[in-house]
């Protein structure tokens, strides 16, 4: 508990820190510092995996000698050389980003048809940096999880915790305010609008919905050309983290709860927040990369095309629409669940 309440302290300062320099309030130094200490903590999440692995298969090592009971997770040696090598790409990316004036121009110049990512942007360039950094995070976390098999075994066995689905969303929610600027740059209204967030009107609410159940329609259909086109046991394999991921949200309020949770949380912050400036494209595939029960299974280009359409909604409407749509396609497809369970 005490180092997810270091890393959130360190992102909300970070946060705050660049808001502050863009504000013309602070200097630059102290930001540069904290953009080092993030590629640093990356740079320690690329080694975590390939350490777990050593000391797994060491008998009496260093570990499992302080503690006797401690049971390091079995980590395969291509998932640990994976996973270490993307977390270390993520640092990579930030130092590029960090000292390169002509990458951030590159990569503004790719994003302009429908992102306003500007590169001299101290506040862009931090959301990189975090960016990549949460994707490191989760990254080194899959594979200490022992991968599909290992996640799917410890959902199993200790379910999933609904204060968890709670205190992610509140987080989100909190980077997506902290990082556009609120109570900085931005008032109450300046937030909601930059946020892309309204009361529901009729339409809002009747095209969220239309889209929900549409997507999930899609997924269905999804679902069941991977039932005809793979093998029972590599389906099995494949599915078998976000199968425990839905059954443990067994009853109808908690499946109501981790709904809103979700698409509240993701939409507000990944739509509302990211998407204006780094576009659908990235944007979605920051959002896929976050669900780590899809990584190497086909599923991750499922939730890939539903981030899209989510994106596209919340440019051809607004993040309230996406909100809502995102909510059935999570709603619908857990009450679905419970219920063939329940039977």
């Given at each position: 508990?005490?180092?997810?309440?270091?890393?959130?302290?360190?992102?909300?300062?970070?946060?705050?820190?660049?808001?502050?320099?863009?504000?013309?309030?602070?200097?630059?130094?102290?930001?540069?510092?904290?953009?080092?200490?993030?590629?640093?903590?990356?740079?320690?999440?690329?080694?975590?995996?390939?350490?777990?692995f050593?000391?797994?298969?060491?008998?009496?090592s260093?570990?499992?000698?302080?503690?006797?009971?401690?049971?390091?997770?079995?980590?395969?040696?291509?998932?640990?050389?994976?996973?270490?090598?993307?977390a270390?790409?993520?640092?990579?990316?930030?130092?590029?980003?960090?000292?390169?004036?002509?990458?951030?121009v590159?990569?503004?110049?790719?994003?302009?048809?429908?992102?306003?990512?500007?590169?001299?942007?101290?506040?862009?360039?931090?959301?990189?940096?975090?960016?990549?950094?949460?994707?490191?995070?989760?990254?080194?976390?899959?594979?200490l999880?022992?991968g599909?098999?290992?996640?799917?075994?410890?959902?199993?066995?200790?379910?999933?915790?609904?204060?968890?689905?709670?205190?992610?969303?509140?987080?989100?929610?909190?980077?997506?305010?902290?990082?556009?600027?609120?109570?900085?740059?931005?008032?109450?209204?300046?937030?909601?609008?930059?946020?892309?967030?309204?009361?529901?009107?009729?339409?809002?609410?009747?095209?969220?919905?239309?889209?929900?159940?549409?997507?999930?329609?899609?997924?269905?259909?999804?679902?069941?050309?991977?039932?005809?086109?793979?093998?029972?046991?590599?389906?099995?394999?494949?599915?078998?983290?976000?199968?425990?991921?839905?059954?443990?949200?067994?009853?109808?309020?908690?499946?109501?709860?981790?709904?809103?949770?979700?698409?509240?949380?993701?939409?507000?912050?990944?739509?509302?927040?990211?998407?204006?400036?780094?576009?659908?494209?990235?944007?979605?595939?920051?959002?896929?990369?976050?669900?780590?029960?899809?990584?190497?299974?086909?599923?991750?280009?499922?939730?890939?095309?539903?981030?899209?359409?989510?994106?596209?909604?919340?440019?051809?409407?607004?993040?309230t629409?996406?909100v809502?749509?995102?909510?059935?396609?999570?709603?619908?497809?857990?009450?679905?669940?419970?219920?063939?369970?329940?039977?």
């Open positions: 508990m005490l180092f997810y309440a270091i890393i959130i302290a360190f992102l909300g300062v970070t946060l705050y820190t660049a808001n502050q320099v863009a504000r013309g309030t602070w200097t630059l130094t102290w930001l540069r510092g904290l953009w080092y200490v993030a590629i640093g903590l990356m740079a320690i999440l690329a080694l975590l995996p390939l350490q777990t050593f000391l797994s298969d060491i008998p009496g260093v570990a499992t000698r302080a503690d006797p009971a401690l049971q390091l997770p079995a980590i395969s040696v291509q998932t640990a050389l994976a996973t270490g090598a993307f270390a790409s993520m640092a990579l990316i930030s130092i590029v980003m960090v000292n390169s004036e002509a990458a951030r590159w990569l503004a110049q790719r994003i302009s048809a429908n992102g306003s990512y500007n590169p001299d942007s101290v506040v862009h360039t931090t959301a990189i940096v975090l960016m990549a950094l949460l994707m490191a995070g989760v990254a080194a976390l899959f594979a999880s022992g599909l098999a290992g996640m799917a075994e410890s959902i199993a066995t200790s379910g999933v915790e609904p204060s968890d689905t709670v205190l992610t969303a509140v987080l989100q929610v909190a980077a997506a305010a902290l990082g556009v600027g609120y109570a900085i740059r931005r008032d109450g209204a300046q937030l909601l609008a930059r946020l892309g967030l309204n009361i529901p009107t009729l339409r809002d609410v009747g095209w969220g919905v239309g889209i929900g159940l549409g997507l999930l329609l899609l997924a269905i259909i999804f679902g069941i050309g991977l039932t005809l086109l793979l093998p029972p046991e590599q389906l099995a394999e494949q599915t078998q983290a976000s199968e425990q991921l839905a059954l443990a949200f067994s009853t109808v309020s908690i499946a109501l709860l981790v709904a809103v949770c979700a698409s509240v949380g993701e939409e507000i912050f990944v739509r509302g927040a990211l998407q204006p400036v780094f576009g659908i494209g990235l944007s979605s595939g920051f959002f896929t990369l976050l669900h780590t029960q899809y990584w190497i299974t086909p599923g991750l280009l499922l939730i890939f095309g539903v981030s899209v359409a989510f994106g596209l909604t919340r440019q051809r409407f607004n993040t629409t996406a809502i749509a995102h909510f059935m396609y999570n709603f619908v497809q857990l009450l679905i669940v419970t219920f063939v369970g329940a039977s």
